[in-house]
């Protein structure tokens, strides 16, 4: 695997979870892999599980880090070619992904979708700059329209807890204050099409997402029949696909209660963090048994060791 | 010893002061103690001797080290039960404090006071929810109310100063431009609580600290008379207990000067810095051979290398 | 050598030179030198090559690094001596040297110029106050008024690209939307000082560098005329330094084009980056075979990494 930039780069992610599974057991089994290697970690966003997962994955393979918060710690970036620089950017990316790339062996990067521009958000201009530039592995810490690390810990999270051989699995859209990026839904959904599952999406009608990535994916706009004899609800809220970035005001509750629960097979509750609660999930059920939320942030870890050992196996 | 949040958690300061004193003629002797284990440090608030000691005795003990700056990396918090989370607070503590555990063996949280609520600084709120909430080893920076691993630093400084055996050590309030915390003297007098010494609190009226920690210390509103043939003079500002956070107004001239000096025992000046030059103390006082604040700095890496040593072996 | 804040801090620029490409080869080499040292790396201005160059170094020399963002994560500094601290900045310089010096054994700085008080920048206030007071070796990471470590990375690419014994090397202004320091152009007037070449420095009348600097370097205002037969063209922006920190508007366009460079002897296009493209360079030229940028970035590591190397010895 040179790059890890959506959930599609593995070769196999059955066995991927298999040996993140393994890795977890014994974390500082490859503590040399990495060493006299240096990764870093560019954040053009704010991040939590993110930054210190990734920290600690890199740590526990013997790999230099070093972050930096691009924003804030250096300037804005030119993505445009051929413009003549005379505003606010101050440095282009032909210059800083390959800049990057001299003093480091792998590069992981999160830049947000802007919500603003679809098409642009959908060029993933930020990662695959850098794919294309820089020369030397990408990572994706969430990208525009995918959270591939997320999708595999959310992978490993569910094989830990499997209940039947082919569970009923439902992406449940729920309520948000702000307008957020579609990044975890559509690298959730990238992961079921890979997995042998009953999968369901439910949300309110307007916020259907890219139809290139539901696919042959069943859509249910009745989150209460989606819910039904459920194994896993996996929650999140996204703004509208159509309406690109906005929030449609509808009337129906969608919040995560103990009596949706109740209509399921018992399921467990899934969300990436962070994560609103009384609004995207009642306090009942995030603090039930059956909330694995914390597992999840658990697998971060070993989600973004197990893609690193195989990038560091791969440059050899 | 799991956490270090009070000076009360050392089961003994003094043989902990000599133990800190030894550390520092051989300070990587115990460079394996933190082998594949990571400290992660949580500033909510600006740090600079915290910020560089804690990572030196973090690196002297082999301890990985992860430093995050919550406010501008992350995001904002939600630390009350059962709240609608739709404001600002994209987080809620029994999240956050869960997940910063699953990525290291020990956290260490600087988060001031608010000076605004006393009965929800009085609440360590930050620190208390993380040792209640995260299940690993929690550090002090400096809390609402305390910063003990400056009264240790403190306490190893006079120690290796030390002049007579029963000193008498006078704490000293100073003007300052801006409403200031009483963490750093609060945890001075808890620290002098435990030390064999003639103890004296120098303030003006109206700026006594509270009552159940200041315990049976002396307090003398007279600065002057409280100066007579001491040996030590240590000295902060802090903003009214009382009228909470409030700055009064007053005549007196608070300043420690050499004229005030000149009426000790030939006693040692100290401060924790940072500290505003004849504002609160006079040039010629704090560039005086008897300022010991420069190794007060340089005893807070061992302070914290004490601790983290205790609390390493403590995790087995 | 104990500092470094000027290329005349090296002993031998050649020598140095021939080091650092050695190094280039062989860059874990001296991975153990820095064993249980620790070098601070302090920004009071924002940095992507400095920023991660200079970890790289440290780490392939096996320094452990500490990196503090002053502004954002500390606080204002105070510089004047006698000075009553009552306004908005919170530590003195004699403290914060001292303090830093605790916890560290090398420390480095980036500390850019006001450009609005000449005489102050010049005092190259920031680093030669911790040279002055801190009692350890500094590192210059671009001052007021120089930028030592990019101007030997310049002289080791220089190196590895030498065409000819004497080579003919231009360092022309280029136009920028910003009033920019001096910094970068003195210090490789400076390390070109120490070259056998033939050098000549071009910009528009009223953008003629500080002459204690340029002293006997031949100044030629025709841009032009300057290129003819040249065998490196540096480039650069700077504001006015007469009248200091000033933008003067011109009617030439100064731009680097590929016509200009036609004039050349097939010159070399060099950079210190980030640069505004079709402003300062045309697209054509930047990324032309010619062009050196990423080179000289790269060299950027190996240029830390001999300054750090000769300090760490000399520190034994």
Same mark, same amino acid.
């Given at each position: ?53 990734? %920290? ?93 690390? %997320? ?43 890979? %997995? ?99 597992? %999840? ?20």
């Amino acid at each position: 695997m040179k790059h890890y930039a959506h959930i599609n780069d593995l070769e196999n992610l059955e066995t991927t979870v298999q040996e993140a599974i393994g890795l977890k057991k014994n974390e500082l089994k490859f503590e040399s892999l990495g060493k006299g290697k240096t990764i870093c970690l560019l954040f053009f966003n704010n991040s939590l599980r993110t930054r210190l997962s990734t %920290q600690k994955a890199a740590q526990n393979l013997g790999l230099n880090t070093i972050v930096m918060n691009f924003g804030s710690e250096g300037w804005q970036l030119e993505y445009e070619d051929g413009v003549i620089m005379n505003q606010n950017k101050s440095e282009h990316i032909k210059e800083a992904a390959k800049v990057v790339a001299q003093y480091c062996d792998i590069v992981a990067i999160r830049a947000f979708a802007s919500l603003t521009d679809k098409e642009k958000d959908e060029a993933e201009i930020v990662i695959n700059s850098f794919k294309e530039l820089s020369g030397i592995p990408v990572v994706n810490l969430e990208s525009s329209c995918g959270h591939p690390l %997320q999708a595999l810990a959310d992978a490993i999270t569910m094989k830990e807890n499997a209940a039947r051989h082919k569970p009923k699995v439902v992406l449940s859209w729920a309520p948000h204050p702000k307008a957020l990026p579609h990044a975890v839904a559509n690298s959730f959904i990238d992961m079921m099409h890979l %997995q042998d599952a009953d999968f369901i999406i439910t949300h309110p009608e307007g916020y259907d997402l890219n139809p290139e990535i539901v696919k042959d994916a069943k859509v249910e706009y009745d989150q209460e029949k989606a819910f039904k004899d459920a194994d896993y609800i996996y929650v999140k809220n996204w703004s509208s696909y159509q309406n690109y970035g906005q929030v449609i005001p509808q009337e129906k509750n969608w919040t995560i209660t103990a009596d949706k629960m109740a209509k399921t097979n018992n399921a467990k509750f899934m969300h990436c963090l962070p994560v609103r609660r009384n609004v995207v999930v009642a306090d009942e059920v995030i603090d039930s048994e059956n909330s694995l939320v914390i597992e %999840q942030a658990n697998n971060r870890t070993y989600s973004a060791q197990i893609v690193l050992k195989k990038i560091l196996e791969n440059l050899g």
